[in-house]
């Protein structure tokens, strides 16, 4: 079975993998919906764990299909298995935390694991055409998949033991999991006998991972978009609410302004022409995009809290959802703009400092005026990077 991506296919999104993007939508829903119904620290903790969980559950796949052609019949079929795995998270993350934590943990653990499993064996078997340099790249993908199975075996096996706790058992658990996972790559994935693989081991197509960062950006802010409509349908078609919903409409256009406008292709083509696309695809698209979803989710909660109540004073759940959704977006996108053009985004610096200058302010105005400045912040990051020339753009925001 020839599963490996021809040279003409590599940088190609397929249709299955846009199919396999839209359980995601549920998931990125569910979480926002857990974080509205939980905001305090420990329900912020919660749900974070959770996000990292379906983050890495979908990038891991996304690092996969960077290889592996979504068109053969054996990676269609893995991909539909994962679909109803990530289904699964997804549709129980409302009760992550009771009775269905082992449904999340024993559906994340099969995907993680069995997508691994199913890469190994797949790489054991040669092309009947297989060149000695096509065996010597398989050989050493499928060296780096061995390390990483073992990786996620332990990793898996701690959200397992969560899944089966419970209270803050459950919570120690997914989180060491958690700082396992998030530590791997750096690690190199680090195996006794093994050894590490570098950046330079993992040779993708970085068009097309850029495009599958691109649209779970999309996702995420096509969610916050369905909350601000949901939310705005069941309040009265009066001044207020009709205000802070046409605010709240343009701060997800901000921040797609953002991301898309310039940086989005200028990356594309930046780790498509690099000489170590693996370093810029894990710093980039595996870590710092996470910043990004978080923040566009947690903008989503602040637009869902001001279309409700839009007048009055702003508590602290307000203030903090409000402002802080967009300035970790601008945190996120300031690291990912570092990691693929070099340089500081002193735009992205500036709006991050005003966002917390903001805070004090939002202690007495109402929380749809708080909003308001919230996304006039951002979009006058868009219009200063408008302002520079775009040959530029690149290199200096």
């Known amino acids: 079975m020839r599963v490996l991506r021809g040279a003409a296919g590599r940088g190609q999104v397929t249709f299955v993998e846009l199919f ?21 620290p420990l329900g912020a903790l919660q749900t ?13 796949t996304s690092w996969v299909t960077n290889w592996f052609d979504p068109n053969q019949l054996g990676v269609r079929l893995m991909l539909v298995v994962l679909m109803l795995l990530s289904l699964i998270i997804s549709a129980s993350v409302p009760e992550a935390y009771g009775q269905r934590g082992i449904w999340v943990a024993g559906a994340y653990a099969a995907i993680q694991v069995g997508r691994n499993v199913f890469v190994v064996l797949a790489l ?6 297989e060149s000695p340099e096509q065996r010597s790249q398989r050989l050493g993908l499928r060296l780096n998949f061995e390390r990483l199975l073992l990786w996620k075996s332990v990793s898996s096996a701690l959200w397992v033991a969560g899944g089966l706790s419970h209270g803050s058992v459950r919570l120690m658990f997914w989180a060491i999991a958690v700082v396992i996972e998030y530590c791997g790559a750096a690690a190199g994935f680090y195996v006794p006998r093994l050894g590490r693989s570098t950046p330079a081991d993992w040779h993708i197509s970085g068009r097309h991972l850029a495009e599958r960062g691109q649209l779970f950006i999309l996702i995420a802010l096509g969610e916050s978009i369905l909350i601000t409509g949901t939310v705005f349908g069941e309040r009265p078609a009066v001044a207020p609410h009709l205000l802070a919903f046409v605010v709240s409409f343009l701060g997800s256009v901000a921040l797609w302004w953002l991301y898309f406008d310039r940086s989005a292709e200028a990356a594309s083509a930046v780790i498509d022409q690099s000489e170590d696309p693996g370093r810029i695809g894990r710093s980039a698209f595996t870590y710092f995009q996470l910043p990004m979803v978080a923040g566009i989710i947690v903008a989503a909660v602040g ?3 001001v279309i ?3 007048d009055g004073h702003s ?27 070099g ?14 200058a903001l805070v004090p302010v939002g202690l007495v105005v109402p929380p749809l005026v708080l909003s308001l400045l ?20 690149p290199a200096t925001t």
Not at 20 to 38: A, M, P, S
């Open 124 to 129: 054991g078997r040669a092309g009947a055409d």
């Open 308 to 310: 409700a109540h839009p």
């Open 303 to 305: 637009d869902e809290l």
């Open 20 to 40: 396999f993007d839209l359980i995601y939508v549920l998931g990125v829903t569910q979480l926002t919906h857990l974080l509205i119904t939980h905001l305090t």
């Open 48 to 60: 974070l764990l959770l996000l990292l969980a379906l983050w890495f559950a979908w990038v891991d």
């Open 315 to 341: 508590g602290w759940a307000t203030i903090v959802t409000v402002l802080g959704g967009p300035a970790l977006f601008l945190a996120g996108h300031a690291l990912f703009k570092h990691s693929v053009f």
């Open 374 to 393: 919230a996304t006039l912040v951002v979009a006058g990051v868009g219009v200063w990077d408008s302002l520079l020339p775009a040959h530029h753009a």
């Open 343 to 356: 340089g500081v985004s002193k735009p992205r610096v500036v709006a991050f400092a005003v966002l917390a």
